[in-house]
């Protein structure tokens, strides 16, 4: 007989899909935590990455209607509990069981809905994107991890943020030429991408670090079951990160740095001893 719970599984099957299909590190990150927390993560990456998809890849189509129709769908999901798009029916079964506030999930539609229109940010743009695009799905992941213990993510939110917003800047970085050349957007404030300089490039690169080296101190604090995973991904970011580093600013213009899967399994395996010893 079919039931609700083998919905749900179709539902989760589809996100866990989209996350393999779209993202391996996030995969390999993900399959790094405790299995309780894969299905969830999971369902916050199928929610995040159907948005950006949105406003990144439908360009023969209406992105405006399509996000508005997609954020209306998202409150009447979490609202009814239900929804016949799997994607949101396994996201708003996240958002109920484990309280993720509106406000985060608003707040990221609004920087997708910035993707639209902006092209170019100041300083007070660029953080209202990164704060949306990336701190607050940095929150969404805490929320789930500290499993109702308010406690442990009033304290461990400010290193949340901080690894969202390096994970988010090191995106911005390697995918310069996609963002500038085939979408027109510039994301860091006051550069100019036809004469961006190797002094630009280590500024961005030393307020990447900065956010590093914050988060690492939360990683660190982050339950058992959590700790391992996010942990993996952060050393695959901060991998590709000293990468970029290495290269002068007018590689990162015209290729798209990568972490070749091989040397994604090295890093997964190292972390994995570093773990097992204590050495975090």
Not at 11 to 17: F, G, I, M
Not at 216 to 226: D, F, M, N
Request: glycine share 4%.
């Amino acid at each position: 007989m079919n039931t609700t719970a083998l919905y749900d599984k179709v539902c989760l099957k589809a996100s866990r899909t989209t996350t393999r299909s779209y993202s391996t590190s996030f995969s390999l990150g993900i399959r790094s935590l405790d299995k309780r927390f894969h299905d969830p993560i999971h369902a916050i990456y199928g929610f995040v990455r159907f948005a950006d998809e949105i406003v990144d890849t439908f360009h023969q189509h209406d992105k405006a209607a399509l996000l508005q129709r997609f954020w209306d769908d998202t409150h009447r999901a979490i609202a009814e509990g239900i929804s016949l798009n799997p994607i949101l029916h396994s996201f708003q079964s996240v958002v109920n069981r484990y309280g993720i506030e509106a406000e985060l999930y608003d707040t990221f539609m609004r920087s997708m809905a910035m993707d639209l229109s902006d092209t170019l940010h100041d300083q007070r743009s660029y953080e209202t994107y990164i704060l949306g695009s990336a701190e607050v799905v940095g929150l969404m992941c805490l929320r789930v991890f500290c499993e109702g213990d308010d406690a442990l993510y009033q304290r461990l939110k400010p290193a949340a943020m901080k690894l969202g917003a390096a994970f988010q800047k090191v995106n911005f970085l390697r995918d310069l030429k996609d963002d500038h050349v085939n979408l027109g957007r510039t994301y860091f404030p006051g550069i100019d991408m036809r004469k961006l300089s190797q002094a630009d490039k280590q500024a961005i690169e030393a307020d990447i670090e900065a956010d590093f080296d914050a988060a690492l101190i939360g990683i660190r604090q982050l339950p058992k079951g959590a700790r391992f995973g996010v942990y993996v991904a952060y050393i695959y970011y901060l991998n590709l990160f000293r990468k970029i580093k290495a290269l002068p600013f007018d590689r990162i213009l015209c290729e798209r740095v990568r972490v070749r899967n091989r040397r994604k399994i090295a890093l997964l395996t190292t972390s994995y001893l570093r773990h097992s010893l204590g050495m975090l």
